[in-house]
């Protein structure tokens, strides 16, 4: 049974930090692309970062390059969104989800599809505020 589990989110002020965490279990992690999304309220949900499976290559959109970094963990089947310099247009609900697939390839300049991905968490709430 596939399963993600997203904690980390919280309320912080600009300029802040925080790491996002995704626990999985029911696949194995290193076959996979796992895909970092967002939704803030009135928007569309976008995709912030992936991994492909295909290459291990990642992707950022434009507005997080050089404050998010994505990482796995293979031994506690973890990913990990760290987010620094954070701003209030990062405000918003933070999924992780998962596409099954071994040769995944989600580093184009459109970044991940919401609609490939196949098992998703349950979203964790970043706000960023003074």
């Known amino acids: 049974q596939v399963q993600l589990v997203e904690s980390g989110g919280g309320l912080v002020q600009p300029g802040g930090s925080l790491r996002l965490s995704c626990a999985t279990s029911?696949?194995?992690?290193?076959?996979?692309?796992i895909g970092w999304f967002r939704q803030a309220p009135g928007k569309e949900r976008e995709g912030v970062s992936c991994?492909?499976?295909?290459?291990?290559?990642?992707y950022y959109v434009d507005s997080v390059k050089g404050r998010f970094s994505v990482s796995r963990d293979y031994a506690k089947s973890t990913v990990y969104l760290q987010m620094n310099s954070l701003k209030p247009e990062d405000t918003a609900v933070y999924y992780c989800?998962?596409?099954?697939?071994?040769?995944?390839?989600?580093?184009?300049?459109?970044?991940?599809?919401?609609?490939?991905?196949?098992?998703w968490g349950q979203g964790t709430q970043v706000t960023v505020s003074s």
């Open positions: 989800a998962v596409r099954i697939d071994n040769y995944y390839y989600c580093s184009g300049p459109n970044g991940p599809n919401q609609y490939d991905y196949d098992y």
């Open positions: 029911g696949f194995q992690l290193d076959f996979h692309s």
């Open positions: 991994i492909s499976s295909s290459d291990f290559s990642t």
